[in-house]
């Protein structure tokens, strides 16, 4: 959604002070320099990065128009849940939790929380370590190490897509120097045409330019900045279970190791305590 309010204002912006400075919107309008312009950063995008990276391009474009998953609901409803685990491992012991970790969809437990479900390397993370726990007796520093690897590697994975978007606005205000100077070799043909029919085409050229750097600084630049935003709130959860299930392996009550989760939290979607506490009550 604020993707979609800042690039509004983008545009009201800049054309509506172009047309209130006298500038005609149909000079604006040049198919030929969007073609080049934008076929050669698609083109360019594609040699540049894996498949994988295309789609989770895409995926995260989308997330940008319907808004992160990742808000102080979700970290409610994970520390909810790490908290459910733990006491349910503290009270009937760890073997007890095997059947929810192992089949977390048919869990009663993990069924409560569609959301977690649907964040599959999340969940993935959490049954993986707590099935660590209960199959081994790994020191606690051994284990937090391996999950701040871990964390590292995925937050390397998530901020990869951003950075291949920020690539190509990177390229852009090149690509729109390529279409203004292919317009000059146009214009070019028209020497013996007269000024005014020069001075079209000219225009025409100098727009290439104008989209390229509108279009790298305006858009794709701050829509790459959003992604990785919206990743660092994802590793944010991470860090957010890794923190909980540290502090339980070190003997701490459930109510207490989800203490040690929210804290780990951002300040600004981090639930208060009475508020998590609450929520927790009626879960």
């Known amino acids: 959604m604020l993707l979609i309010i800042g690039a509004v204002i983008v545009i009201a912006s ?4 172009y047309v209130l400075h006298g500038g005609n919107l149909l000079v604006l309008w040049q198919p030929t320099e969007i073609l080049i312009i934008g076929g050669a950063a698609v083109g360019s995008f594609i040699i540049a990065n894996p498949l994988h990276t295309i789609k989770e391009v895409a995926k995260g474009v989308l997330n940008q128009l319907t808004g992160s998953p990742y808000n102080k609901s979700f970290y409610m409803d994970l520390l909810s849940l790490m908290y459910e685990i733990f006491d ?9 939790i095997e059947e929810d970790i192992d089949n977390p969809e048919s869990s009663q437990i993990f069924s409560r929380y569609p959301a977690i479900i649907k964040s599959k390397y999340l969940l993935a993370f959490i ?5 660590i726990i209960s199959s081994g007796n790994m020191a606690t520093h051994e284990l937090e190490g391996m999950m701040e690897n871990e964390i590292e590697s995925r937050q390397h994975e998530l901020e990869e897509p951003a950075h291949a978007v920020n690539k190509i606005a990177d390229a852009l205000p090149g690509l729109g120097i390529v279409a203004a100077v292919l317009g000059i070799v146009i214009t070019m043909n028209f020497l013996s045409e007269g000024p005014e029919r020069i001075g079209l085409s000219v225009a025409a050229a100098l727009v290439g330019t104008f989209l390229g750097i509108w279009m790298g600084y305006g858009f794709v630049g701050p829509t790459s ?16 279970a890794k923190s909980a299930i540290v502090a339980t392996v070190s003997g701490q009550a459930p109510q207490m190791a989800i203490e040690f989760g929210r804290k780990a939290l951002p300040s600004d979607k981090r639930p208060g305590f009475q508020e998590l506490n609450d929520h927790v009550r009626s879960k």
């Open 14 to 17: 800049v054309l509506g002070g």
């Open 88 to 96: 349910k491992s503290r009270k009937q012991g760890v073997m007890a």
């Open 127 to 131: 049954t993986d370590y707590l099935r």
């Open 225 to 240: 900045i959003a992604m990785e935003h919206t990743a660092k709130y994802e590793i944010k959860a991470y860090e957010c």
